[in-house]
């Protein structure tokens, strides 16, 4: 790649492969330095511009992957995870109600996603609503039956709500018999049921 762009000093595609090729190594500052040139030679770039935010999350960079996401969105208003990004965003900052806005947004493009689904109702979880967050999870689930995080929230709600039995099962979906007493024990931990923790760590 490095021999076509000597060649083709202006190849946006074979730039984007220089940045997947460094994104891929863990290079992320050379990943950025390619993206960058080739949104500088095509700022319509949609291929560039996800890199970039791939990157600039990956750093933490929010404020900056907001702003790309944005502008990517201005390009193509029907990418269901430039919203799903904008969600995560939002829930990172705190902004519960913001988040579920934009993955209630990326599942009128993307109904089925399990993953928006699951973020949506991870937002619902955050925000208190914990009926309406079991009722995404289980639709993640419907939608993947294979989606560990979905699977894994779940027993989450279950553990808080109490339904210890039914939270077992859930997590026993992703995790081993003791892993899934330690997270029921752990869950009742931080929540102060301090007699409740002793009995699922035993």
């Given amino acids: 790649y490095v021999e076509a762009l000597k060649l083709n000093v202006g190849d946006t595609e074979t730039l984007n492969k220089v940045g997947e090729i460094h994104y891929t190594l863990g290079d992320l500052d050379s990943a950025e330095q390619a993206y960058n040139a080739s949104i500088q030679l095509d700022d319509k770039n949609q291929h560039a511009l996800k890199g ?70 991870y937002s619902e979880y955050l925000s208190g609503n914990w009926h309406a967050a079991m009722m995404h999870f289980f639709q993640a689930v419907n939608s993947n039956p294979n989606y560990d995080r979905a699977l894994y929230n779940i027993g989450l709600i279950y553990t808080r709500e109490g339904v210890y039995e039914n939270a077992f099962d859930a997590f026993r979906n992703v995790l081993d018999r003791p892993q899934s007493y330690n997270d029921i024990g752990y869950l009742n931990m931080i929540d102060g049921n301090y007699e409740t923790a002793e009995i699922y760590f035993q």
């Fill in 52 to 121: 970039q935010v791939q990157i600039q999350q990956r750093t933490r960079k929010y404020y900056q992957a907001n702003s790309s996401l944005l502008q990517a969105l201005e390009l193509n208003p029907y990418l269901w995870n430039a919203h799903n990004g904008l969600g995560m965003i939002a829930d990172i900052e705190g902004d519960y109600t913001t988040a579920i806005v934009h993955y209630r947004r990326a599942l009128e493009l993307n109904p089925r996603s399990a993953q928006v689904l699951n973020n949506l109702g």
